[in-house]
């Protein structure tokens, strides 16, 4: 095995190392560059997953699980049920390699020194070198070595969900094509998350930007699964051309460990979750952001409510914006919508 430090922060990182720590981090690590408020973190790269399979003997292991297998296009999904549950317990079922496990110990030790916090929450996401939007697990709130070093194992996994493997097949990929780097950002305190849209989704309207927004974790505006607040701002003067209030009645929260859906308090429910200030900074960076990227953005964001404006207002994703080709009903439920294709996609 050999020693070389696989483990990179994100501001080390842009869009060169795609295929060293996979699309998300590279990512992070070019919002970092362009100046963009990111959460502290870092990224595990592609080559220690392979370290791990190969040297645990789950590369051996699923390699030849596969070949027994033989021929799985047109199964049905209990053959692809059956298939994630056998190759996800060929790595998770591993011990993480002790030089693997001081090397990551040692990126959370410190970035808990430089938050401040002793077993800071983080959030442990995967990071294909491709988008496969939703296809992979993602782990919020996540506090301790020992659940970090659970959790990197569970993102590799998650190359084999059920979906993830049934795309492939279908696709004509391979079967364990899909290698994943692993970003570990610090998680956002948030008050409220959302996305910034450069190009209205639906129909195409440059002139403003479009943004949506929910109480808690940017899970509850993503899924497309509940009402939010949305705001349009004049791209050209950056002045606030619409509002509205959804009636927001579930959100993703923070719980001990860990995060999922709750109810949100009644008297806040038709309350804006962000300020007006707050909307006009989010809409000017996301504009400076499309003409530093020189295309229409589709930004992620989250208001730290531990930290005061305008330096709460944290970005975690920014990828080239997508535009309908037929009317849906919201910007959310557009990106529902390509979420859904991208699961039908096989």
């Known amino acids: ?10 501001d080390e990182l842009g869009k060169e190392h795609n295929d060293i720590v996979g699309k998300k981090c590279a990512n992070l690590g070019e919002m970092a560059r362009m100046g963009l408020a990111v959460p502290p973190g870092f990224a595990i790269p592609i080559d220690m997953y392979r370290e791990f399979i190969k040297e645990t003997g789950a590369e051996d292991e699923m390699s030849s699980y596969i070949k027994e297998f033989g021929e799985a296009k047109g199964a049905a999904i209990q053959v692809f049920e059956e298939m994630s549950e056998n190759l996800r317990g060929m790595i998770e079922g591993k011990e993480m390699l002790p030089p693997l496990r001081e090397c990551i110990a040692s990126y959370y030790t410190e970035l808990c020194n430089k938050t401040g916090t002793e077993n800071v929450a983080v959030s442990v996401r995967s990071a294909g070198t491709e988008s496969r939007p939703g296809m992979f697990e993602t782990y919020l709130n996540v506090r301790g070595i020992e659940g970090v070093l659970e959790k990197v194992k569970k993102v590799w996994a998650s190359a084999f969900t059920p979906r993830a493997i049934a795309f492939r097949v279908n696709k004509g990929l391979p079967i364990l094509g899909d290698e994943l780097g692993v970003a570990v950002p610090k998680m956002v305190n948030a008050r409220a998350s959302g996305i910034a849209f450069t190009v209205n989704p639906v129909d195409g309207d440059s002139s403003k930007i479009t ?22 701002v004049n791209k050209n003067t950056l002045e606030i051309a619409s509002k509205r209030a959804g009636n927001k009645r579930r959100g993703v929260f923070y719980k001990e460990t860990g995060a999922d859906w709750a109810d949100i308090p009644a008297k806040i429910q038709r309350m804006p979750c962000i300020s007006d200030k707050e909307i006009i900074e989010i809409a000017r960076v996301a504009k400076s952001a499309e003409e530093f990227l020189e295309s229409p953005q589709d930004m992620e964001w989250a208001i730290d ?5 305008p330096q709460n207002i944290f970005w975690v994703q920014t990828r080239p914006a997508k535009v309908a080709s037929r009317k849906v009903d919201s910007p959310t439920n557009h990106i529902a919508d390509l979420m859904a294709k991208k699961f039908r996609g096989f």
């Open 1 to 10: 095995m050999h020693s070389k430090k696989l483990i990179f922060w994100f």
């Open 211 to 232: 943004i949506e927004a929910n109480w808690g974790l940017g899970e509850g505006v993503v899924c497309g699964a509940e009402s939010v607040d949305l705001f349009e």
């Open 305 to 309: 409510q531990d930290v005061d404006f």
